[in-house]
């Protein structure tokens, strides 16, 4: 029953209903027999190498886009002088990915059991005009390009986040795309090696955007690290236009049914989302509103506790049908054991990285003195390491078809790697991160929460992996940089108190931003340094914890097997 694909069928294919033909019983509930494990994830269309030219070069701009900021940052808050609020730049991104990861994964038919996929055609709830995957790929292009151009010509701190958070819409649809194609095409045990790949396409964009982000901040402006993303999106949106075939049906077959906007919109968890997304933005202005002002003040606990009450919330309406037709996060994903497992360590996984590479590049330039340019190169190795990590993890998966005994592995040695980072910090900065970043669990947790559910419910089981990605970023970021602002804070004031300095001065400047810190006499510049110092060892604390919850997660995770033949 295979079919012609092209840019405008559903990934997973569009048919007729399915009759009660035995050979459909073990996709249809979901059950184990039937073949192999491979066998029962093969889809009907063929592998079409052209599509994954286009996606990589989304996947290459979003990696570049990433890593641009880390290294530019820091400039950036010197320049609006509000570099206490600078972790703003990356959470609003990856708060807005929270969400938009799951939406381009629904409406490119990733959300239904497959019988109903293949008599339904989906639509971007973004834009209800958007129809296929490839415009999915033109509609993130667009709005990436256009996130990228408000935030190369934002006048002030404010401006600058909002832009962000409008181009974390676009970055979600670049980078969620890739995994589609992946589990689309690709049989589960070569999963890892392809993974691998893609990872590598990651690396040249990060390993590429780290130092032009360090070299426009110093050359240039920040502003070009932005500006300069605009011409090579609107490259990658011709990329798409002409690499991807182009019919004018819509491949969608006599008996498919179409939907009325009524439907559309009835199928869309609005509650989920803006609970969720609610959330995670009172949690974050409480820990900003505590590490720049103080834990005491009203608005700091409301907002925490108002985070408290709509995590609540959002877990209720997730379990209630009534309320969440088609719920972000299904209760039987959220209540599978092993799924649980594969989750929370792709949240440690990502919030060490985020927060790791956030704190390093603030404690290159604060105590080291380092440029941004600096920063940039520095952050080349560790990227480098680890994506070869990954794609050494998915030939390992390819040859011996476990990922379980791997993924424990590499994260007790992450947590090795965060200790080192604690205790040389100080004599090796510009290295000690390379080890950190040198991790493989983020192919095989993306391999074994694959096997470990049936094939109707991998794509939703992806796209929640995603939603755990972008919180352990944010947790990552936020948390770091609320220990790291309070640490400072503490150790100015007790560093400071009896010396002949104005403290609350010298403590909103070097907040705001690195450039006072050369201005003033010697003494009080190692007071300064010294403290930044102590307060990215207390981020790295943080982190640590991170790491060793991201350990005993990886416990849960339940090996099977990955064979393309039965045993």
Not at 299 to 319: H, M, N, P, Q, R
């Amino acid at each position: 029953m295979s079919t012609n694909s092209n840019e405008t069928t559903p990934l997973l294919g569009n048919h007729v209903e399915r009759t009660n033909d035995s050979s459909y019983t073990g996709l249809e509930t979901g059950g184990h027999d039937g073949g192999s494990f491979d066998e029962r994830h093969e889809r009907d269309v063929p592998i079409e190498q052209n599509e994954l030219l286009p996606v990589g070069m989304g996947v290459f701009l979003a990696a570049m886009d990433g890593t641009i900021v880390t290294s530019s940052y820091a400039a950036i808050g010197n320049d609006l002088k509000q570099l206490q609020s600078s972790s703003w730049l990356a959470t609003g991104y990856l708060m807005t990915l929270t969400s938009v990861h799951r939406a381009f994964l629904e409406q490119l038919g990733f959300n239904r059991p497959q019988a109903v996929i293949r008599k339904t055609k989906r639509y971007l709830w973004i834009s209800l005009l958007v129809k296929s995957r490839k415009s999915c790929l033109l509609f993130a292009h667009v709005i990436f390009g256009l996130g990228c151009l408000g935030c190369g010509l934002a006048r002030s701190m404010p401006e600058l986040i909002a832009a962000r958070i409008f181009t974390g819409i676009g970055g979600g649809g670049l980078t969620t795309v890739v995994s589609i194609l992946v589990s689309d095409f690709v049989p589960l045990r070569q999963r890892g090696t392809w993974q691998g790949v893609l990872n590598i396409i990651f690396s040249a964009g990060s390993s590429s955007g780290a130092p032009l982000g360090g070299i426009f901040a110093d050359k240039l402006s920040w502003r070009w690290s932005f500006l300069f993303q605009v011409p090579i999106t609107i490259m990658g949106f011709f990329a798409i236009v002409f690499a991807l075939k182009t019919k004018q049906d819509n491949g969608v077959s006599q008996n498919t049914k179409t939907e009325t906007l009524g439907e559309k919109l009835r199928r869309i968890d609005f509650l989920g989302a803006i609970a969720l997304v609610s959330a995670v933005f009172s949690l974050l202005f409480g820990l900003d509103t505590g590490s720049n002002i103080s834990w005491t003040v009203p608005l700091c606990y409301i907002s925490l506790i108002s985070s408290l009450v709509l995590t609540i919330a959002f877990g209720f309406i997730e379990a209630t049908p009534s309320l969440a037709k088609e719920p972000l996060a299904p209760k039987r994903i959220t209540s599978n054991i092993s799924l649980i497992g594969s989750y929370l360590t792709n949240l440690s996984i990502i919030g060490v990285g985020f927060g790791s590479v956030f704190q390093f590049a603030l404690y290159v330039q604060a105590v080291k003195g380092k440029s941004a340019s600096n920063v940039g190169v520095y952050l080349i190795p560790p990227i480098l390491a680890g994506v070869s990590g990954s794609l050494m993890s998915g030939i390992v998966m390819q040859k011996t078809g476990k990922y379980r005994l791997l993924t424990i592995t590499s994260m007790f040695f992450l947590i090795i790697a965060c200790l080192s980072i604690d205790t040389i910090i100080y004599f090796n900065p510009e290295w000690g991160l390379a080890a950190l970043l040198s991790c493989i669990s983020i192919t095989t947790t993306l391999v074994a929460l694959i096997a470990n559910v049936p094939p109707e419910d991998q794509a939703i089981a992806t796209a929640v992996s995603y939603l755990f990605r972008s919180l352990g970023g944010v947790i990552g970021i936020s948390v770091g940089s609320a220990v790291a602002q309070q640490t400072l804070r503490a150790f100015l004031e007790r560093r400071l108190e009896g010396e002949n300095y104005d403290i609350e001065k010298i403590i909103r400047e070097v907040r705001e931003s690195l450039t006072y810190i050369d201005t003033y006499d010697p003494v009080l510049r190692d007071i300064v340094k010294s403290s930044y110092g102590q307060a990215s060892l207390s981020a790295f604390g943080m982190i640590t914890g991170l790491a060793v919850l991201g350990f005993i997660a990886s416990m849960l995770i339940k090996e099977k097997s990955l064979d393309t033949t039965p045993k």
